[in-house]
């Protein structure tokens, strides 16, 4: 690592500490970026899910998105996922069509690459979207999970 970034760093750790402790920033203002909570409520549609959290529910399949999961997770608590796209993606959202919530996780990626990575919960056997957001619609990609212990309700 080079000494000048180190330095910065350092320094930008040392300020932003300060404020925090000041009361100047608030914990939420310096780690967390808002997002929807109306997209994570319990009992409504995935569309309507989408919708909050990414403007839009019209999806469309495409072949241009692949999903690495498991056909048979043995614990429905931790179900790990992969999602990769060649699309130029904005956004890309998980969902899982059964789950009191489906939506389970989704990030704005402004200009990073089209890869995601996360440990999804899910309560039963479910057909789950992995959702690309790009040019201004959504496609997916579509794989059932089949869950032998439950991870959401059990």
Aim: hydrophobic share 45%; charged share 20%; glycine share 12%.
């Amino acid at each position: 690592m080079k000494r000048r970034t180190f330095l910065k760093g350092s320094l930008t750790s040392g300020v932003l500490a300060v404020a925090a402790g000041a009361g100047l920033l608030k914990p939420g203002q310096v780690l967390a970026a808002a997002y929807s909570e109306a997209a994570f409520k319990t009992d409504i549609s995935p569309g309507e899910a989408l919708k909050a959290a990414l403007g839009m529910s019209d999806m469309s399949d495409s072949g241009d998105i692949k999903i690495k999961a498991p056909l048979q997770a043995e614990n429905g608590a931790v179900v790990p996922i992969k999602v990769e796209t060649s699309l130029p993606a904005e956004a890309i959202a998980i969902v899982a069509v059964k789950n009191p919530s489906p939506l389970t996780t989704y990030v704005n990626l402004d200009g990073a690459g089209g890869f995601y990575s996360a440990r999804i919960k899910m309560g039963q056997t479910s057909d789950v979207h992995a959702v690309v957001k790009s040019g201004g619609k959504l496609m997916k990609a579509t794989q059932q999970i089949k869950v032998t212990v439950g991870g959401c309700g059990g």
